[in-house]
């Protein structure tokens, strides 16, 4: 059974975590949003404190919006972003860092932007190409569609 849940142990904290995964960890960004993380494969041996899980922490700053409001709605767009794709990830900290163009934007468009830092930084799959069409892979030879010539004008 899935549990939805948003325990406290999915939750970075402490300063020394967030100042850990600024310091160690790797970031991609959106002019929305920035994401550091720093993933348990790459950062070497567990912590005793780390449960080995994914783990998410928020700074919305009254940069963004000076409301509690807007920053809370904010921070629960991404929770429930994260809540849904959590079983999927690899363990790690994810912290997002909200930006001031993140106030204007409704929760869909955080919700698109965050699953855009997570596959940018390889925690989630991309999506695959709508078609019918197999991609080729990359390195081969485009093929010339049937009867034409190979390209040389004499032949």
Do not use: C, W
């Not at 990830?89 to 919700?111: F, K, Q, S, T, W």
């Not at 698109?112 to 081969?140: D, I, W």
């Amino acid at each position: 059974m899935t549990s939805y849940r948003f325990p406290r142990t999915a939750r970075v904290r402490a300063r020394k975590d967030f100042d850990r995964t600024f310091k160690h960890g790797r970031r991609v960004a959106l002019p929305v949003l920035a994401l550091h993380y720093r993933l348990d494969d790459a950062a070497g041996p567990a912590l005793p404190d780390d449960p080995g899980e994914p783990r998410l922490g928020l700074a919305v700053s009254r940069k963004v919006d000076p409301r509690a409001v807007g920053r809370n709605r904010i921070k629960r767009a991404l929770r429930e972003t994260f809540r849904s794709h959590r079983e999927r990830l690899p363990a790690g900290d994810y912290v997002l860092v909200a930006r001031v163009g993140a106030a204007r934007l409704p929760a869909e468009a955080l919700r698109q932007a965050f699953e855009q830092l997570l596959q940018r930084a390889g925690a989630l799959p991309r999506p695959q190409a709508a078609g019918t069409m197999r991609a080729k892979p990359s390195g081969e030879a485009p093929s010339s569609p049937p009867g034409s010539t190979s390209g040389h004008p004499g032949r």
